[in-house]
């Protein structure tokens, strides 16, 4: 089972750029999320998505943008990437709140 | 003050040992709580749900303290495949399906 599959694994952008993360999930769960990871700091949601076209902000949405595009399909957008942007991004998925599968990650690196 | 707590380490044990990590969280009104392990730049994956009762499962034990909001995980005879960093997780109540992560403990086992 692929679970929850994310593109890119690695990204470098400049100031300014844009780009778009994309996530999927073939488990039929409702529930998806994006989360930062950055050292210290633990794992910081930022926007989830309770169900296909429904979106919410999480912790750190500043900057980002989300399209649940699908049941499957949660992408993530940074219109104006910033030095701040650099960090692991994680793509989640979960029935309830039993179970997070999670997806490999995209290192960004934003210069 | 953040709503998981934990000791962020790291914790360096030799093979065998027994190793305990806590975690304090701030909402008494979560209900549901969980360890995940992150290997080096690896995604989390859930390494068990925390019950009331206390569950163990093989070497790993977690207990909770509904009391005093804070839950345990107990690693015995440590090996050297247990070094990870261990995230400590409870459910958020402002989202049925929402949970804030701890930003975990590091633990390297040495031979």
């Known amino acids: 089972n692929a679970g929850v599959t994310q593109t890119p694994k690695f990204q470098v952008l400049k100031t300014g750029q844009s780009m778009t993360l994309q996530c999927a999930q073939d488990m039929n769960h409702n529930s998806m999320y994006w989360y930062r990871q950055d050292p210290g700091m633990g794992l910081r949601l930022i926007y989830y998505s309770a169900s296909e076209g429904t979106t919410d902000k999480g912790e750190v949405p500043n900057g980002y943008n989300v399209s649940r595009l699908n049941k499957r399909e949660f992408s993530l957008r940074l219109e104006s990437a910033a030095p701040s942007q650099t960090s692991v991004y994680f793509c989640?998925?979960?029935?309830?709140?039993?179970?997070?599968?999670f997806g490999s990650g995209t290192r960004l690196t934003v210069v | 003050r953040k709503e998981v707590e934990q000791d962020p380490g790291p914790f360096n044990v030799p093979e065998g040992a027994t190793v305990a990590f806590n975690c304090t969280y701030s909402n008494s009104a979560s209900q549901s709580f969980f360890w995940y392990r992150q290997d080096c730049r690896k995604e989390p994956k859930l390494l068990m749900s925390?019950?009331?009762s206390g569950n163990e499962d093989g070497r790993f034990t977690a207990q909770l303290n509904r009391a005093s909001q804070y839950i345990s995980l107990l690693i015995r005879d440590s090996k050297l495949s247990d070094s990870a960093t261990y995230l400590c997780?409870?459910?958020?109540?402002?989202?049925?399906?929402?949970?804030?992560f701890g930003p975990g403990t590091s633990l390297s086992v040495i031979p």
């Open positions: 989640a998925s979960s029935l309830t709140a039993y179970g997070y599968t």
């Open positions: 997780v409870a459910d958020s109540k402002t989202s049925y399906d929402k949970v804030i």
């Open positions: 925390v019950y009331s």
